[in-house]
């Protein structure tokens, strides 16, 4: 496995060997037996356009003889930064085949993320689109490139300026070695943890296995067609089965541009659409929409997870739209729980469904790590077959995030239904759940702390009717108190994403204090609710 990963211990590789989870697939080989025997069958749409299997195919071969041309190869990392474009597919396929390492940022990240995971990976490249909404992404690569050593390549859909467009990256197909099915394939971003973003190792064979059993569990085969309405770069609609998933069945995956329903009606009466993930804000919008728009839902699996999904918007859309929907509790760690699609409703509407695999081990624990009473609370932590065993370079962080026989813990307050369902109940993780965009407060506090203003901070949730949760940053001032306006430029000027700036600002004389000296956010929480 890649210095810098952990692998798992020796005697639960064989048994998920032996149990036929893990079977030597690699995601290198994506659609190419499709592409083989049926290369007119559509494996992808966007717009107007659409792509067969055997033109994906060739195409991915000739993007990773493009790519070694520049001299990327195996287990070279590469931060991939596109929406949800054809682009994406070609060249997440064209890194597998070359064993080279795609690193999986969203498309709202900016400096200081896409810096970080140049820096902290190592990258050889960065592959990004030329601007969004006016922001120059070409700019940000250049300064990312000015203060990472490793960068040689940026590679640009669209117009290249400086640097390479990604459409010139075209060579004749070259035999490539298959890549090690137990190796990583690729990097997933964590949604929640303290300090920096962490990267999730996720290998061929775990991920294909991921692949395979969620196609299974929402009934999704050849016949399916499924919509990346979410950012393909999320776990939830890049492998649950999402558009990999798609591709392994020789399904269509349709990428839009996001779940506003104008758009998302219409691909999915245009192209059938079976299947689709959401987060839960979505769901009251679509309700409120598919009449006024006179959108046919009915039938249509809907994948809803991320954040803490209301029982009542669970009912009004199986009741007033006919949606087949499907609870997830997802990780891009791994762990997946979820309902099945004849379920009945009301497991949809208060439960997180059953584990995704028979050896997925769950222990829900105190905070001594002592396993609780059947039924009780307590935090999640986990290990199987798709559960990373560490994050990438960070043995310290590692050591205290798993238990020492492996578990991964969560941070999430669970228990379980007598009937084998998993139910969240709360988070001790400092995480804000903006409607499944996750928001590490660390992360932003440690910026906020910078601004000349601020003597303290502490970040946190606060309840919000439409995303759930919302971001509200706590602060002491120095002499002169700040205005929300300008922590928040001061934010985007430091290159941070825009959904992790605050969204409300208190201003405070002193921060409560726990009896070991850490701010207690639990107490600031409450009275903000209150
Ligand atoms: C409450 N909180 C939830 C749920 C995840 C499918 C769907 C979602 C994700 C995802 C994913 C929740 N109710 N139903 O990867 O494959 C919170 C928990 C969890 C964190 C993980 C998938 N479903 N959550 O959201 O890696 O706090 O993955 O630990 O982004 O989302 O976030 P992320």
Known sequence: MLDGCVSWPRELAERYRAQGYWR????????????????????????????????????????????????????????????NRVEFVVLCLALFRLGALPVLALPAHRRAEIGHLCAHTEAVAYVTVDQVQGYD?????????????????????????????????????????????SDVAFFLLSGGSTGLPKLIPRTHDDYAYQLRATAAAMGFGPDGVYLAALPVAHNAALGCPGVLGALRVGAT???????????????IARERVTLTTLMPPFLPLWADLAPVLGAD????????????????????????????????????????????????????????????????????????G???????????????PTTLRGYYRVPEYNAHTFTPDGFLRTGDLVRWTPTGELVVVGRIKEVVNRGGEKVPAGEVEEHLLAHPAVREVAVLAVPDRVLGEKTCAVVVPRADAPTLGQLRDFLTDRGLAAYKLPDRLELRTALPHTAVGKVDKRALGAELAG
């Open 137 to 181: 992404l070409r700019k940000l690569a250049a300064d990312v490139r000015a203060e990472t050593p490793s960068l040689r390549e940026v590679f640009v859909v669209g117009d290249p300026g400086e640097f390479t467009a990604l459409s010139e990256v075209d060579a004749e197909p070259v035999p490539l070695p298959a890549p090690d099915p």
């Open 370 to 384: 002592r396993q609780v009473a059947a039924g009780e609370v307590g935090e999640l932590t986990v290990r199987g």
């Open 24 to 83: 030597g697939e690699s995601l290198a080989d994506l659609g190419r037996e499709w592409a083989r025997t049926d290369p007119e069958r559509v494996a992808l749409v966007t717009g107007d356009r659409r792509v067969s299997y055997g033109d994906l195919d060739r195409r991915a071969d000739r993007m990773a003889a493009g790519l070694r041309a520049h001299g990327i190869g195996r287990h070279d990392r590469v931060v991939v930064q596109l929406p």
């Open 297 to 368: 839902l009915s039938g249509l699996v809907v994948e809803v997870g991320g954040a803490n999904l209301s029982p009542a918007v669970a009912d009004r859309v199986t009741r007033e739209l006919g949606i087949r929907l499907t609870h997830f509790f997802g990780m891009a760690e791994g762990p997946i729980c979820c309902t099945r699609p004849d379920d009945p409703p009301e497991l949809a509407a208060h439960t997180q469904g059953r584990a995704l695999s028979a050896d997925d081990e769950f222990r829900v624990v105190d905070e001594d």
């Open 253 to 267: 995956a349709v990428l839009a541009g996001s779940p506003s329903p104008d758009e998302a009606f219409r691909l």
